[in-house]
């Protein structure tokens, strides 16, 4: 089967940096991605890592470690626009499975 | 392209009802996923479908839940009987590969369902 493990909610002041991270447990793993949802909103996809190391995408960046079945989402020069739900999703076994996401709030 | 493409996007319903929720995916895409969340749950996946043929049912909660996909553009996802528990917010994502290697879900903006 598959679980993943997130953090719950995180509080940042803009300009700053956060790291969202994520340990997952599953057979058959291909990659992990990260995915942002704002209130009422849908998920969007934000990165992927099928390999060892990261990945930078502006300011955002994402990282593996498949040895120890780990990863994070690093956000950088945190905006107001990024308070939102990040959710991590591993594919395993055929299945693309989500964890329970990590609220980040930025204040100003 | 519009996207993936939900309806409705609210629904209210009495215990006992039947309840229909479709989506219209990217065109060109082969994959069609139906998730539900909840704040308790997360978001589960229930189904998805791959060139139009269910490969994996196993998140479907019980037999009140059934989904098709009839055709490359469209899909249902059912509950009949519906129950207050089955109140969530209802996603379908389409993609443009399976779900193995990169995978990149576009969602649609979701069915919100309350069952009174």
């Known amino acids: 089967g598959q679980s993943l493990e997130q953090p719950s909610e995180v509080t940042a002041v803009e300009g700053a940096i956060v790291q969202i991270n994520c340990t997952y447990q599953?057979?058959?793993?291909?990659?992990l991605s990260w995915y942002q949802q704002h209130d009422g909103g849908a998920p969007t996809f934000l990165s992927y890592?099928?390999?060892?190391g990261l990945e930078e995408t502006g300011r955002f960046s994402s990282f593996l470690s498949r040895s120890d079945s780990y990863g994070y989402l690093l956000l950088q020069e945190l905006q107001m626009k990024d308070s939102a739900s990040y959710f991590c999703a591993v594919e395993g076994n055929n299945r693309l499975a989500f964890g329970k996401g990590n609220q980040v709030v930025v204040i100003p | 392209d519009a996207g993936v493409i939900q309806s409705p996007r609210h629904e209210v319903t009495e215990m006992g009802q039947e309840v229909t929720l479709r989506c219209k995916p990217i065109s060109g895409h082969n994959s069609l996923f139906w998730y539900r969340q909840t704040m308790m749950r997360g978001l589960e996946l229930l189904i998805y479908f791959n060139n139009n043929v269910p490969i994996d049912d196993s998140g479907m909660p019980e037999d009140r839940f059934s989904a098709k996909m009839p055709n490359a553009s469209f899909s249902t996802l059912k509950i009949q009987p519906s129950e207050p528990r089955d109140s969530a917010v209802y996603f379908c994502a389409s993609s443009s590969q399976g779900a193995t290697g990169a995978n990149v879900l576009t969602f649609g903006a979701g069915s919100r369902l309350t069952v009174l």
């Open positions: 599953t057979s058959g793993f291909y990659g």
């Open positions: 890592n099928a390999l060892d």
